[in-house]
């Protein structure tokens, strides 16, 4: 695409072409010699699912989907740990039970933590370009030359870089910085409750899995059979699920997150089963 345009944009002052004619060349270039690849879109529908981008939900999908697999993982592990050791029903209800709330709130707590450090620091970097704004127009100067610098390096002119940012800083220069230096989005601040509520709520999903599997078994043997067989099913729908939601391959996922949690439920049954009652 570059050659066949170069000699359009060397012959812009030979041909006395307006910017705007130039402009238009170069428009039909990039939409109508651009690679293709793909089967043309025939309705609406397929225009729209070259927008759908999987990457928006990531903040959220990340906190639901480790909340119910760590869950899911942790409390059968432990229940699976307890049945090798001891055979008796209200030790295993209640180590799931235990396992489930302690894990819960230490994910809620854990992910709050995490997600409000996150917040606090990028609010420290926005806090300071507000500073710099406020600082005089030496330093304004530099920041304006800074935001220029960003742009050209990602491909307009020094002309066009110095255009767009004096535009965006005479809108909002805090703004325009936080955005194109700092990568932040201020009106897309993360919440520290949403990610702990949600990681509270699914790790609750995940380990209720094992343990409403095991709440109405008496048999020992039975018990295992089932935490096993239900915790398996659940591991790969929600590695399944993850996995549709973020646009990735499902059943490589699937088996990824069921590779993980047998590892878990097989060493910690080997735990329990050496260290239980039949070894004392």
């Known amino acids: 695409m570059a050659s066949t345009l170069q000699p359009l944009l060397e012959s812009e002052g030979g041909d006395q072409r307006s910017s705007v004619d130039l402009l238009a060349v170069r428009v039909h270039h990039i939409v109508d010699d651009g690679p293709h690849n793909e089967p043309s879109p025939r309705n609406s529908e397929d225009m729209d699912k070259y927008h759908q981008h999987y990457s928006d939900r990531a903040p959220w999908l990340r906190a639901a989907v480790l909340g119910a697999n760590d869950g899911l993982v942790s409390v059968a592990s432990i229940m699976l740990g307890v049945s090798g050791g001891s055979k008796d029903k209200h030790t295993l209800i209640l180590s799931g039970l235990s396992a489930l709330v302690a894990g819960a709130m230490s994910m809620a707590a854990g992910e709050y933590i995490s997600v409000a450090s996150q917040r606090d620091t990028e609010q420290a970097d926005v806090d300071k370009e507000r500073r710099a704004q406020e600082s005089g127009p030496a330093i304004r100067q530099q920041e304006l030359e800074e935001l220029t610098q960003i742009y050209v390096e990602r491909g307009l002119t020094e002309r066009l870089a ?113 260290f239980g009652e039949s070894a004392a």
């Open 162 to 274: 110095r255009e767009v940012a004096v535009a965006l800083t005479e809108k909002d220069a805090v703004r325009a910085h936080a955005r194109d230096e700092l990568g932040i989005d201020m009106d897309d601040l993360v919440s520290p409750w949403q990610a702990a509520i949600s990681s509270l709520v699914c790790f609750g999903i995940g380990g209720g899995v094992p343990l409403l599997s095991a709440i109405f078994i008496t048999d020992p043997k039975s018990r295992i059979i089932f935490v096993s067989l239900a915790s398996t099913v659940a591991l790969m729908v929600f590695g399944a699920v993850g996995a549709w939601l973020g646009g990735a391959h499902r059943l490589k996922a699937a088996f990824r997150v069921l590779l993980g949690g047998w590892i878990a439920f097989v060493l910690t049954y080997g735990v329990g089963k050496l």
